[in-house]
Structure formats: structure tokens, C-alpha cells
């Protein structure tokens, strides 16, 4: 027998001995999370890059989470054996293809309103082909003069923000080498595939000198400087604060066969529009920030090791994988929150508030509309795989940066009063709803927007009626929809931002609240888990989402997609005309009555119809809809008063309700038409001011 206190530091010395094996081998840090906790991989120096050429197998360029751990030595490996040494968990798989991957320095000289940037990214060709160039987006460019595609578009607006008057903004490209030191600089030329403005400079072709094969890689390095206009349109400042959202030169999305259904692979090109946002390759970012002392920075992804600070310049370095993009915010006036939160579907994510002073008691608010929103988001669509979430608040006059979404990293609205309404909420839910069909499904916004902004905008009403009782106004909206488009149209053919608004967003998310009407809410709700398991990662198009559809539902939904998906109609439905005279038979206390209901727009399967006579009796019918008009003739011993059509306000889809309703009496030689609706409308817009 040996004595307790023996067993103790017997205990504790082969412990020792278990641990300083397990360093030995390798495995110190086995037991943590490799997501949260592992340190970013430091920038591969150019010369471990190269070899006699710029090109690289891809296996010798995966991250250090996704590289599989060499074999130890045999001896170790008996050693192991002896021991019991315990074996380390598998490292986790990428969840997604990581065809990107970049290393960047960049440091903010505020004074100036100045990033310079050193930035080495590595492209691995996903293709089954050679592929003999390149194309970046050079998204700062959009803000140097008033002759770009962007501005030219916009007339310098975004929502309701505006370009300040002389403000410009740039990237300027000063170095573009490979790993051998050749400069390809001269190789680069602006393209514009879109609209052939020579004024444009936000998309650049760059011929290699040497093609890349299929599942090979090429290494970049790229010196480069953006001026920040005064914030406007998601980039750029508002005193000391910074929004630094898509201020790197990006490699454009290289779409391989069968991606949204395309036939053979090649680049999916475009320039920065007034109407599109972005669209690109998921991968792995290592970024180090440094701004001047004193300065909060928040960022995708997470701090990689803690943030140096020499007095003059604090440094911050952050590391993100599975992300299609990186964006970083700072400010000295930040006032930061952080809180750990998990749920099902959300094994573990620290919220992170980055506060302007304004809003610093409604710290509060913040957090439990970020809990709401990924807890209804992980139970309905699935798991938020991320370890952060990061909350910007914007200062006053920096709106240009609010409400935007980029990957693990959201903004508020700015904090122009201490006292806003649901819209703080509003805005929290449907930029965490982007998390999902922006982030990890991945539209492509420049052709297929709606796929994000409808999906994210219905989603965001069912949280916000789930939590906090705010019942959507799809009356009210219905009635904003004076130009219906397609959905499926390139962001920049809607005629301007309202029109690409009025579809994208408002349009859309009724088409789908149209389909969970149909099929009922149980369904929609299976049919939307299973396109966003289906296709997480994936970049779908319009006809995968049809698809999944149709798969969940099990019937076709073509003729639908073709009207309202595919094509701009509403389901708009007239009484066109009544006609009441005494019936033609003995009795002369009967009447008959004449109606005539007429499509106007698209097929909307039943269409509820009332008929009110004057003595009280009411008569309910249905229509199928599927001739251009229909005619009742209605027998009965008092006169009709009046038909309605759909009297309970079901067709979501009907934007023109002032023909639903039509009075049988003849005033002043024209028929006066009432909308039942009216009150209901002016009650939604009092009600629905907040966007």
C-alpha cells in the first residue's frame, strides 16, 4: 500500500512526465479549439515560397489548421506507445475550398486619411484547366472621380447618404511582384467588361507569365495605397473613425463548371456598380493592422495574438478561415463590450461590441438582438460555425458605414440619437441574417442579389415578430411596389437604387412570404434549412434555390418562377364592373347581379371573392384564376352593394388593391372605387417608419 500523500506526488510526477512528452511530440496544444484559439500562420518569407518557378503544389500551401501532421520518428512513435501518450484530435476539415489565401500588413496613417498596405496572397486554380490570368478588384477606385461606373450610377447617393462634395478616394497599386522579384506591374490593365467606361479602374486584368495548372498555385506580392474619402458607401471616415470594407486589392471569383449552373469554368468579372455589392472565393486571411495608439480596432475573424502598443502605433493581428472577404473598423472613441454566448446551433461565439459613447447604455439592446438573431438563425437554418461576432456602432455622420454586413462582422446604424426605436434591432437581425445567405451560401450579388438581400430581409421579419412582436407590414409594402422587375436581373440594370431596392429586398421577400402561403410555414421552413445545408459554401444560383423547392415540396414551380422570379408581375385582380337590374322572370322581388373580375397580372391559384348585397347577405366565392376574367351572375332578392376581391388581404403579392373593390351604385356617371384598405394602410405607415 502506498500512502496517500505518495500516491499524490507519484501522481503528479508522471503527469509532468505526460505533458513534457505530449510538447515533445508536438501535441501542446491538443486539446484546444483549433478555430478559436490557434494562432494565424505567419507569412510564408518569399523565399520558402519559391522554387525554380512561381508556381507551387497546392498540398504545400495549406494552413497550418488543414496540414496533416508529419509522422514522427519511429523511436517516438514506440515511445508513444510505451507511454500511452494520447493520441491529439483530428485537426478540423475546411468547410470550405480556400481557394485564397492572404497575408497583409496595413497601417493607417490617420492624419492623412492613408492605408499602406503589403499584401502576399496565394491563388490555388480550382479549375480543370490552365488558367493564364488573373483579374483584382480594386473596389477603392469606384471613389476617385465623379466619371466612374459607380458614381455615374449613383450620382454619388447610397441610401440615403451622399458623397461628400471633393471627398475622393483611391488605390493606387505601387508594387506587383512574384516570388522571384519580377515585377509584373506592366502586365496589368483595367478592364471594364460591363459598360466599357474608361473612367473606371475598379477591376484589373493581369496576364501571367506562365499559366496555372489545374490544382496548382501562384504567389503574389503587392504594395499598395488607398486614400478614404469621408465615409460613403461602405468605406472611408467620419473623424477619427475608420471603416475600412473592401480596401484591398481582391482576387476576383474564378467559377468552376457547374457553379449557378455554368457550363464551362472561367472568371466571374465585373466592375463596381452603384447597385452591386461583392463576390468572391472563400479562404484564409492573416491580417496585422496597425493604427495609431490609442485606437480600437475590430475585424473578421479573431485576434490571432494579443495587440502590441509601443506608444506610438498599436499593432493588431487577426486570422479568419472559410471567409469570402475582410473588413476591419477603428476608432479611439470606441467603447467595447464583449460577451461569450452559446445556444443550440451556436456551440460558441464571443459578441463583440464596438460602442459609439452615444450608445453605451443600450449595450443591452445590442446583445440580446445579436442572441435572438443567431439563436433563430442556428434553430431554423443551422449551426453558425464561426468563433466571433463583431458589432460596429458608427459615430453621427457616419452612416455610409452603417448597416453593412461582411463575414463574422456587422454594422449598426449610426448613433444619432440615444433613443432609437425597433430599427436598432432591425438592423442588428437582418445583418447577422447575412451572416448566412451572404457569408457562408455565398450569392453571387453582382448577378443574383436577391438570393441575399430577399432571403436575409424574410428572415429578418420572422425574428423580429418572433422576439419582439413586430408584426411585418406586407400590406404597406405590397403597395411601395409601383415598378416591378425580375429578380433575377444584374444588380445594375434596376433602374437606380430605389428600383433595385423595391425588388431585391421588398419584392423578393414577398415572393417568398408568397411561397410560405402556398406551402405552409412548416414546409418553408424545412425547404429554407435544406438550401442552406444544401449549399453553405457553395455559391448557388436562383435555379438551385427553385430546385430545393421543388424537391421539398414535390411539385413544379416553374410557371411561378417564370412570372415572378423570372419576370416582374404582381397578382393584381379588378372588379372590373357591375351590373345589377331586376331579374327577368314573375317574381319582381328578385335581382340580378353582373360582375366581371379581371387578371390584370400574374396566375395566384384560388382568388378569394366577396359579395355584399344590401340586405346584409354575404356571398364568398373562389376563382382559379386561370382565364384573363371571369363573370358572375348572382340571383337574389336585394341588390349587390359592392364586390371585393381577396377581402382578408391573403395575396401578399397584390400591389394594386384600389381595383380589389368596387360599389354597385352609380355616382356622378362613374363607378367609385374604395380601398377596403386604406385605414389598415395608413395604420402600417405609421407604424412601419423604421427600415
Keep these: 500500500m502506498i500512502p496517500r500523500r505518495t500516491k499524490g506526488i507519484v501522481a503528479a510526477i508522471l503527469m509532468a512526465i505526460l505533458i513534457g512528452a505530449s510538447l515533445q511530440q508536438g501535441f501542446g496544444d491538443a486539446w484546444q479549439s483549433a478555430y478559436t484559439y490557434a494562432f494565424a500562420p505567419a507569412a510564408p518569407p518569399a523565399s520558402s515560397l519559391a522554387d525554380s518557378t512561381m508556381l507551387h503544389p497546392k498540398p504545400e500551401l495549406l494552413p497550418a489548421a488543414a496540414k496533416p501532421e508529419p509522422a514522427p520518428p519511429a523511436s517516438r512513435m514506440a515511445e508513444a506507445t510505451v507511454t500511452e501518450q494520447p493520441v491529439p484530435p483530428p485537426k478540423p476539415e475546411p468547410l470550405s475550398t480556400r481557394v485564397a489565401e492572404y497575408h497583409i500588413n496595413v497601417h493607417l496613417h490617420n492624419d492623412e486619411k492613408l492605408l499602406h498596405g503589403q499584401q502576399t496572397v496565394t491563388w490555388t486554380n480550382p479549375g480543370k484547366r490552365e488558367v493564364s490570368e488573373l483579374y483584382f478588384h480594386l473596389y477603392p477606385n469606384a471613389f476617385e472621380s465623379p466619371r466612374t461606373t459607380f458614381m455615374r450610377e449613383s450620382g454619388g447617393k447610397l441610401r440615403q447618404d451622399k458623397a461628400t462634395a471633393g471627398s475622393y478616394g483611391f488605390m493606387k497599386l505601387e508594387s506587383l ?63 477619427d473613425f475608420i471603416m475600412a470594407g473592401q480596401w484591398f486589392p481582391k482576387l476576383a471569383k474564378f467559377e468552376t463548371a457547374g457553379t449557378r449552373g455554368r457550363a464551362q469554368e472561367g472568371w466571374n468579372i465585373h466592375q463596381y456598380h452603384g447597385n452591386s455589392e461583392f463576390y468572391s472565393d472563400f479562404g484564409i486571411y492573416n491580417v496585422k493592422i496597425s493604427v495609431p495608439s490609442g485606437y480600437t480596432v475590430a475585424a473578421t475573424g479573431f485576434p490571432s495574438q494579443p495587440a502590441t502598443d509601443d506608444g506610438k502605433t498599436k499593432t493588431y493581428q487577426f486570422y479568419a478561415d472559410d471567409v469570402h472577404d475582410f473588413a476591419w473598423a477603428a476608432s479611439p472613441d470606441f467603447i467595447y463590450a464583449e460577451e ?22 443600450l449595450k443591452d439592446r445590442y446583445l440580446h438582438a445579436a442572441k435572438s438573431a443567431l439563436a433563430k438563425y442556428a434553430q431554423w437554418y443551422g449551426e453558425y460555425p464561426y ?15 452603417g448597416g453593412m454586413e461582411y463575414p463574422t462582422l456587422v454594422t449598426a446604424f449610426e448613433a444619432d440619437t440615444d433613443n432609437p426605436g425597433y430599427e436598432l434591432e432591425r438592423v442588428i437581425v437582418h445583418e447577422i441574417g447575412h451572416q448566412y445567405w451572404y457569408g457562408m451560401v455565398a450569392t453571387n450579388e453582382f448577378e443574383e442579389a436577391w438570393l441575399d438581400e430577399g432571403l436575409t430581409s424574410y428572415s ?116 372590373e364592373s357591375i351590373e345589377v337590374r331586376p331579374a327577368e322572370q314573375e317574381r319582381t322581388d328578385m335581382y340580378e347581379s353582373i360582375v366581371v373580375i379581371r387578371k ?16 346584409g347577405t354575404a356571398l364568398s366565392k373562389a376563382w382559379d384564376g386561370a382565364s384573363s376574367h371571369i363573370q358572375f ?22 400591389n394594386k388593391r384600389i381595383n380589389n373593390f368596387l360599389k354597385s351604385e352609380v355616382l356622378e356617371s362613374s363607378s367609385t372605387r374604395w380601398n377596403l384598405g386604406i385605414v389598415k394602410v395608413i395604420e402600417g405607415l405609421l407604424g412601419s417608419l423604421s427600415w
Design 600 to 615: 390584370n397580372g400574374g396566375d395566384y391559384g384560388e382568388i378569394p371573392i366577396l359579395f355584399q348585397f344590401k340586405d
Design 633 to 654: 351572375k348572382l340571383l337574389h332578392t336585394a341588390p349587390l352593394a359592392f364586390a371585393v376581391v381577396d377581402p382578408q388581404h391573403t395575396m401578399v403579392l397584390d
Design 177 to 239: 511582384t512574384t516570388t522571384e522579384g519580377e515585377s509584373l506591374l506592366p502586365r496589368l490593365h483595367y478592364v471594364q467588361p460591363d459598360d466599357g467606361n474608361e473612367q473606371d479602374r475598379t477591376l484589373a486584368k493581369l496576364r501571367l507569365p506562365e499559366p496555372v495548372p489545374p490544382g496548382a498555385s501562384i504567389t503574389l506580392s503587392l504594395g499598395f495605397q488607398v486614400k478614404l474619402p469621408q465615409v460613403f458607401a461602405r468605406m472611408g471616415y467620419a473623424g
Design 340 to 361: 461569450p454566448y452559446s445556444a443550440p446551433g451556436v456551440p460558441g461565439v464571443r459578441i463583440k461590441l464596438y460602442l459609439d459613447p452615444l450608445h453605451e447604455n
Design 387 to 401: 468563433s466571433t461576432l463583431s458589432i460596429v456602432v458608427p459615430p453621427k455622420g457616419g452612416n455610409g458605414a
Design 460 to 575: 429578418e421579419d420572422k425574428v423580429m415578430e418572433s422576439e419582439y412582436g413586430v408584426a411585418p407590414q406586407h400590406l404597406v409594402e405590397a403597395s411601395y411596389l409601383t415598378h416591378p422587375a425580375p429578380l433575377k436581373l444584374l444588380s445594375w440594370s434596376y433602374r437606380d437604387h430605389e428600383h433595385y431596392a423595391e425588388n431585391v429586398y421588398m419584392r423578393a421577400k414577398l415572393v417568398l412570404v408568397d411561397i410560405e402561403k402556398q406551402v405552409g410555414e412548416k414546409a418553408m421552413r424545412k425547404m429554407m434549412r435544406t438550401y442552406f445545408q444544401k449549399y453553405k459554401f457553395k455559391h448557388p444560383s436562383t435555379a438551385d434555390f427553385q430546385k430545393t423547392l421543388e424537391q421539398v415540396t414535390r411539385k413544379k414551380w416553374d410557371d411561378y418562377f417564370r412570372q415572378y422570379v423570372y419576370g416582374s408581375l404582381t397578382a393584381d385582380f379588378s372588379v
